[in-house]
């Protein structure tokens, strides 16, 4: 079994940065896949950002290419999301994810998330 928590959320106001972490336990997620997906009130769940084990087959949401950046250190067991330039829009609950079933779709572990606020 995999627990994560993402941590880093937090108010900020429109056009201000924040980089989210997400840490793993339970074992190693060296080998898995990682994702970032967000969930605004009252809308379903996307897909923001995956990338592979190795740090490469890095994907994104079109909405957020060239504003976010999703990373990771094996070493820590960590992967994270740098988010600049945030609008409005960017306001939801951020979820990270390992192992894919399906990239960018379906993944086996989930945090609980941590909420985003970008005020106008």
């Known amino acids: 079994q995999v627990q994560l928590v993402e941590a880093g959320g937090g108010l900020v106001q429109t056009g201000a940065s924040l980089r989210l972490s997400c840490s793993a336990s339970g074992r190693t997620v060296s080998y898995s896949s990682m994702a970032w997906f967000r969930q605004a009130a009252g809308k379903e769940r996307e897909f923001v950002a995956a990338i592979g084990w190795s740090g490469g087959n890095i994907y994104y949401a079109d909405f957020v290419k060239g504003r976010f950046t999703i990373s990771r250190d094996n070493s820590k067991n960590a992967a994270y999301l740098q988010m600049n330039s945030l609008k409005p829009e960017d306001t939801a609950v951020y979820y990270c994810?390992?192992?894919?079933?399906?990239?960018?779709?379906?993944?086996?572990?989930w945090g609980q998330g941590t909420q985003v606020t970008v005020s106008s």
């Open positions: 994810a390992a192992e894919a079933l399906r990239v960018g779709v379906q993944y086996r572990y």
